[in-house]
């Protein structure tokens, strides 16, 4: 592969697990291996303040020697926190390793792409150790606590949990919270509406146990399918196998039966019973408070775990939800990526750009770029763009800006929002739409009144800041120095004004 400042090529053969994966992170220098940090709060923590210094390059940070556990009992922060890293595991080239380029380059890989089914092994480095029974033992893992104010240490926040229709029988990978509730159990935290949770009722409301495995450290690819929405009745192992263009392995799960990916690095098989529930929580969220019921925690079904699978020295694979921009790249260019796809196959054209902003914790301010093309098109983009599958999971805001705005320069957008949209004809709102129980703008009262936090609603604007269709041609001419001027400039004194070059140029 290049390492290269501006171009990335990857032209070397597809990585075979996450190790290979980390191997690979290493040669592009995006890696570093810290030892002796505690797991409670400092390791999270140390993440965070990478993550907030947020300019440059932000490494993955592998942890070992962690105190108190086996040296080699890993955790991994800030997996695809980087368009190299992403770039990397969906094998995407590209001219410029900027936010945008990785965007166009993943909606180009969803319009080409054909789902690839996993492939079955009898075997796989997952079996290295195997515990049942008496010998499960969730306390040999570092889990971390995450937050000053959670409830509790989590064993899965960077994972996949795995379940099986029971009518249609396809299955399901989504990444729902998993908090450590005891040495043999987890508890599962899966929002209404989530995959995991419709086939968990199903399978409640005739009685039966639902079975359930959790994978951590499993291929970059699968991991990033399952934190995407992928329409119902798709595997992730589908969508992931043919993201990379290869399938995944899988082998069957001794205790469940379930598909599980052969190379993860640690798989826990258990069930949950109907109307057996735990206090689940507080979990700082991912737009930056804990807003599911405050600092109080949720009733949650308990995951009773029946074996646990690992490699030898395994890797946990963690992400640390906190007020943004935390971890949240990867989902902020794979979700544009999504919804720029949802938009074209629904027939919207000219779509320039789209940005999930990391600052509305990709799902609360969105903007879409478009060259118009007729009176409507950018209500039309804006409707869309809210309330595709995509886009529909809260979504509060979505700006669309005309093609010479950069979506993923806020400052860019807030001009053209301020300067070009007039708030009486360029504002509409639309009400009882889908929220969530994460969702912060909907009052503790109603959360607690509400007989489900899930069953809430929220209002959507979507934010027409294009010119107007009808003068967009006389539009005012922007002040701005002409790029041929300004690269002269750059040129000949950039030196001595340490200039890089990078300024946004409008037409
Ligand atoms: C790091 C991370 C943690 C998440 N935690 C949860 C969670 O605890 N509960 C939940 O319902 N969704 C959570 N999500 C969102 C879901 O993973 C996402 O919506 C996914 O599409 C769900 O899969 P499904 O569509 O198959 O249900 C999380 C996403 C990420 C990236």
């Not at 995006?30 to 303040?49: F, K, N, S, V, Y």
């Not at 009992?73 to 997996?79: C, E, S, T, V, Y």
Request: charged letters at 25%; glycine letters at 10%; a negative charge.
């Amino acid at each position: 592969m290049s390492r290269d400042t501006g171009k990335l090529r990857f032209v070397d053969s597809n990585y075979s697990d996450l190790r290979d994966w980390l191997e690979q992170v290493d040669h592009l220098g995006e890696l570093t291996a810290i030892r002796g940090a505690d797991r409670d709060l400092e390791i999270p923590g140390i993440w965070e303040a990478v993550s907030r210094e947020g300019r440059g390059i932000r490494p993955a940070l592998l942890f070992d020697e962690i105190p108190g556990f086996s040296t080699g009992f890993r955790i991994l922060f800030g997996q695809l926190e980087s368009v190299r890293r992403l770039a990397l595991t969906l094998r995407l080239n590209l001219d410029k390793a900027d936010i945008l380029s990785c965007v166009r380059a993943c909606r180009d890989r969803l319009k080409q792409m054909v789902l690839v089914s996993p492939q079955k092994a009898n075997d796989g480095p997952v079996m290295e150790n195997v515990d049942t029974d008496g010998k499960v033992d969730l306390y040999k893992f570092p889990a971390p606590l995450h937050h000053d104010n959670d409830g509790g240490r989590y064993f899965g926040t960077g994972h996949c949990v795995i379940s099986r229709d029971p009518d249609e029988g396809w299955v399901n990978l989504g990444t729902y919270r998993c908090m450590l509730f005891g040495q043999q159990s987890l508890g599962l935290h899966m929002s209404a509406g989530r995959d995991g949770r419709s086939m968990m009722n199903k399978y409640f409301s005739r009685g039966e146990p639902y079975k359930v495995a959790v994978a951590i450290g499993v291929d970059p690819a699968l991991y990033l399918s399952s934190t995407m929405t992928i329409p119902w009745g798709t595997s992730e192992y589908d969508f992931a196998g043919g993201l990379k263009g290869n399938p995944i392995e899988v082998i069957e799960g001794p205790y469940t039966k379930l598909p599980i990916p052969a190379s993860a690095e640690i798989v826990v098989e258990g069930e949950c019973y109907p109307g057996d529930t735990q206090p689940e929580g507080p979990f700082g969220e991912w737009a930056g408070y804990y807003a599911n019921n405050g600092l109080s925690p949720v009733l949650e079904p308990v995951m009773h775990v029946k074996t646990v699978l690992y490699r030898k020295n395994p890797i946990l694979t963690c992400v640390q939800p906190a007020k943004p921009p935390s971890d949240l790249l990867k989902e902020g260019i794979f979700r544009s990526a999504l919804i720029w796809d949802e938009l074209e196959k629904a027939g919207v054209p000219n779509v320039r750009g789209v940005w999930c902003d990391l600052a509305g914790g990709t799902r609360l301010f969105n903007v879409v770029s478009i060259k118009q093309a007729y009176p409507g098109h950018s209500r039309q983009a804006g409707m869309i763009a809210s309330q595709c599958g995509s886009g529909v999971y809260i979504g509060r805001y979505t700006v669309v800006v005309d093609d010479d705005i950069d979506v993923t320069d806020l400052q860019d957008v807030i001009w053209a929002l301020s300067t070009r949209a007039d708030p009486e004809r360029s504002v509409e709102i639309i009400r009882r739409c889908r929220s969530s129980s994460a969702d912060p703008a909907i009052s503790p009262d109603l959360k607690a009144t509400s007989h489900n936090p899930d069953d809430t609603f929220t209002s959507k604007a979507v934010i027409d800041a294009c010119w107007p269709y009808e003068w967009k041609d006389r539009a005012f001419p922007v002040v701005q120095v002409k790029p041929e001027l300004h690269d002269k400039i750059v040129k000949k004194w950039g030196k001595l004004l340490k200039l890089n070059g990078s300024v946004a140029q409008s037409e």
